[in-house]
């Protein structure tokens, strides 16, 4: 059935529309009541809505903005954790080298604390390099700086590792390219520390102390020599001489040897007069033995290759004063008219005999005495391995008066004719001389630290053959180079506005110890030098000054970012209560609007029930 086949009468369309009108009307209510907003769509006001939708839009851009920001900020405060304990680590460093400086001194107790307090130092500066690769968050790392790296080329490696006695050769703390040049030279001459030659004879009872010789090219040493004494007054002293890992002990016998003869008177009854001298004891070179015969004195001074008297020495000395005696006698200065000597003999244990004349029957007398005069001195040489020879001359008046009867231990530093030196392209030149005296860039055994401003020259030294090098005159270069390029990965660039038209970019800082960096190097040399302590010292302050700088850097950007973000925060909600004044529905009053329409619905449905009894009326009639 069509629509309009029912014919309404007017008041009851009237009242039918009024209350679709309401009906309509209490939809939207409820609508807006539901959803807080008295706009909803474009068809709700068009121009509230779209000005509303772009606040909304642009609030919600700049929300996104915030995060980002809360999260740059977060990036520059775990840079900022990672400073504070790199700062922290540098304080600690410094103490190293305070402690150094307060263990300075030559003594092998000091210059094992220096080698304790390097190592410590280096472990610290590998640490700070390890807390400046954990302080990333997020992806970006703020202390491990724009990649930038600068090293040695291979091939210069290769050709500085061929010089003979140098080994492992790099360059750290590189902070710009440069070429070294490493040169070995000098004739291996060794000689020993004048100060300490002059302690030792003091302290030893010795003369004429020396070191010499020429060092070896394949078992060469930097090594100090030492000269130990045992033994008491009038026993047996003994001489311990050390160089490196070699030594030699000399026995020295103090005044343990004689000589004596028996001299017996024949009868005459042409018996021949027979005399012995026996010698007995130890000997020493320079120990006089002499014998008088009818006046005549025949003496020997024993030599160094007269050793413990045993009965082969004993024959040596007794043969060297027989030789004498019997040329006497051949001569006839052993004959006269009361007196003959016909024979000098050696025996079987080393005594010597002299034999006696006759004539007819009556024997001739003669007169033998013997003497032993001790050497005062006793002359030591030691040659050793590494070329080094050592002399002195012990004197026993000397060592009985020095303290403790000369009993110690005697320690000479070598000097050796050596010297590596490193030139760069600036023309500065550093050298670590074998004559210099320690504590001054003496060149020594292991690795050697060369510190220029570009960048440390570090190589390991063999002592038993760097000679070889020296008599080549051997140099080569070692280059610096850059290998990597900078790049921005780690930079940090945050957006301040939703149009991208402002943005501020932090720059990674490199905190780590390289040279592009910090710039603090390893401990050079074990800190033997004064000066190797005041490099130290000298990279730390730099270090100290850029982290300052640094930290400045963070704190200014973090500040923007942190003032950028709060502005964002607070226009972001401004925006929003924009946007809110235009969409956002009176609570209050669409309630009472809804309750009005209510009750017009129902004032209409009864309006619709009166108009609708007058058919009804007629209804009835039937």
């Known amino acids: 059935m069509a629509v309009n086949d029912v014919t309404l009468g007017a008041s009851m369309r009237s009242n039918l529309l009024q209350l679709q009108n309401v009906n309509d009307k209490i939809a939207q209510k409820q609508n807006i009541l539901a959803t807080g907003n008295k706009v909803n769509t474009a068809l709700d006001g068009p121009t509230a809505y779209f000005a ?53 001194g030559n003594d092998a107790g000091s210059v094992a604390t220096r080698k304790a307090l390097a190592a410590q130092f280096n472990s610290l500066k590998a640490q700070i390099d390890k807390l400046a690769e954990d302080s990333g968050y997020g992806g970006k790392n703020l202390l491990a700086g724009n990649g930038l790296r600068l090293d040695t080329t291979s091939a210069s490696r290769t050709a500085v590792n061929s010089i003979t006695g140098v080994e492992n050769a790099r360059v750290t703390n590189v902070v710009s390219a440069d070429t070294y040049t490493v040169r070995v030279k000098g004739d291996g001459s060794i000689e020993g520390a004048a100060g300490d030659i002059a302690n030792a004879e003091a302290a030893r009872g010795l003369t004429g102390l020396k070191m010499s010789g020429t060092m070896s090219s394949t078992l060469g040493n930097f090594s100090d020599v030492s000269i130990e004494v045992r033994g008491a007054t009038g026993q047996q002293r003994t001489f311990i001489v050390s160089d490196g890992n070699e030594s030699r002990t000399i026995a020295y016998f103090d005044n343990s040897q004689t000589i004596a003869a028996n001299t017996s008177t024949a009868a005459k009854s042409g018996t021949p007069q027979v005399t012995s001298v026996s010698l007995s004891g130890t000997i020493e070179a320079g120990d006089i033995f002499s014998i008088t015969v009818e006046g005549q004195t025949f003496s020997y001074t024993a030599t160094s290759a007269d050793v413990n008297m045993t009965t082969t020495a004993k024959m040596a000395i007794a043969s060297k004063l027989q030789a004498s005696i019997s040329t006497a006698i051949s001569s006839g200065r052993l004959s006269g008219t009361s007196y003959d000597v016909a024979t000098a003999t050696v025996a079987a244990n080393g005594d010597l005999t002299l034999t006696g004349a006759t004539n007819a029957s009556q024997a001739r007398e003669m007169t033998v005495s013997a003497s032993a005069t001790n050497a005062l001195s006793k002359h030591i040489s030691e040659s050793f391995a590494s070329g ?59 690795e050697q630290s060369f510190a220029f401003d570009t960048g440390t020259v570090r190589f390991s030294v063999d002592q038993k053959t760097v000679k070889q090098a020296a008599s080549a005159s051997s140099a080569a270069n070692l280059v610096t180079v850059q290998v990597t390029n900078a790049n921005t990965s780690n930079d940090l660039t945050v957006q301040l506005n939703e149009k991208n038209t402002n943005s501020i970019t932090l720059g990674a800082q490199n905190l780590t110890t390289s040279g592009q960096g910090l710039q603090v190097d390893f401990a050079q040399n074990d800190w033997t030098d004064r000066a190797d302590i005041d490099k130290a010292v000298e990279g730390l302050d730099k270090a100290k000054a850029k982290l300052r700088s640094s ?59 009166l108009a609708n009894q007058s058919q009804q009326s007629i209804l009835r009639l039937f």
Request: aromatic letters at 2%; hydrophobic letters at 35%; zero cysteines.
């Open 388 to 446: 080094t020879v050592v002399s002195f001359t012990v004197d026993r008046t000397l060592l009985e008066k020095a303290a403790n009867g000369g009993n110690g231990v005697s320690v000479i530093e070598k000097k050796v004719d050596l010297s590596i030196s490193v030139s760069n392209l600036q023309g500065t030149v550093v050298t670590r001389d074998g004559m210099n005296e320690r504590g001054e860039g003496k060149l020594a055994n292991g």
């Open 551 to 609: 930290s400045q850097t963070l704190s200014t950007n973090l500040n923007i970012i942190t003032t950028r973000e709060n502005f964002t925060k607070e226009f972001s909600d401004v925006l929003v209560e924009g946007a809110n004044k235009m969409t956002l529905a009176d609570q209050n009053e669409e309630g009472a609007g809804l309750l009005m329409l209510q009750t017009r619905q129902q004032l209409g449905t009864i309006a619709l029930s």
């Open 52 to 104: 509303a939708k772009g606040l909304t839009q642009r609030a919600g851009d700049l929300s996104s903005l915030k995060d980002s920001m809360g999260q740059a900020i977060s990036t520059i405060k775990a840079a900022d954790k990672g400073l504070t304990s790199i700062d922290s680590m540098l304080d600690q460093a410094k103490g190293l080298t305070t402690a150094a400086y307060s263990a300075l």
